[in-house]
């Protein structure tokens, strides 16, 4: 049975990729708004895209050196703050840095999170993983349909209630951190002495990643 927190992260995920498949809705709106034309509008998936790709493996060095786990928290706020500030941004720039900033909460969840559901997976990796990449999936294909009804409820402006969202789930982790770090760090420790008494040396396969990567 998977721990409560795995649905936790899965939720966190959700919220994170939900920007992503929701800011391509948005552009029918920005375009009308801001009369922009077509390829200056892509621009701003672009821009999200790109940075949350490029920033991600740095995050991830980061958490296997340094033990990261509490970032989880404000990139939840970051995401949250980014995507909710596009509906009150008047001017280009303002939309490039809104869209800059939520890649950077996007790129900073996605290696915690994932190592964090690994640790408390336990013998239930592969169940947990899909979990947590099913709430992914779900938050991209939801994004689009969601935030047009808000908008066309509510206005543009109304994405800013995205911030609430964030927030929400941010303070969601945040009280169930502690437990969470607790549980996922035991079980590191333990995979690490068992590493250690094996008699067989553990190294890094770089050329099966590799390939699993390029997959």
């Known amino acids: 049975m998977l721990s409560k927190y795995v649905y936790g992260l899965s939720l966190g995920h959700f919220v994170v990729d939900f920007s992503q498949g929701a800011l ?3 552009l029918p709106l920005l375009i009308a708004q801001h009369h922009f034309n077509y390829a200056i509008a892509a ?6 895209n790109l940075v949350s790709s490029i920033i991600q493996p740095l995050f991830g060095f980061l958490s296997d050196r340094f033990h990261t786990g509490w970032i989880i928290i404000p990139a939840l706020l970051i995401t949250g703050l980014g ?7 008047n001017q280009y720039y303002l ?3 809104s869209c800059l900033v939520c890649g950077v ?3 900073a969840y996605h290696p915690d999170a994932a190592k964090l559901v690994n640790g408390l997976a336990d013998v239930n990796q592969g169940h947990a993983m899909s979990v947590f990449s099913f709430g992914g999936n779900l938050g991209f294909a939801c994004g689009p349909i969601t935030v047009t009804l808000v908008a066309n409820a509510l206005g543009i402006s109304g994405v800013g209630l995205f911030i609430l969202v964030g927030g929400g789930v941010a303070l969601l982790l945040a009280h169930y951190f502690p437990a969470m770090r607790r549980q996922s ?3 590191w420790q333990q995979k690490r002495q068992r590493e250690s ?3 067989v040396p553990v190294k890094d396969d770089w050329r099966h990643f590799a390939i699993l990567a390029c997959v």
């Open 24 to 26: 391509a809705a948005l």
């Open 43 to 48: 621009t701003l998936v672009f821009a999200m």
């Open 83 to 89: 995507f909710g500030t596009l509906g009150w941004d």
């Open 95 to 97: 939309l490039i840095t």
């Open 105 to 107: 909460g996007i790129a």
């Open 185 to 187: 760090a035991q079980h």
């Open 197 to 199: 008494d094996s008699p």
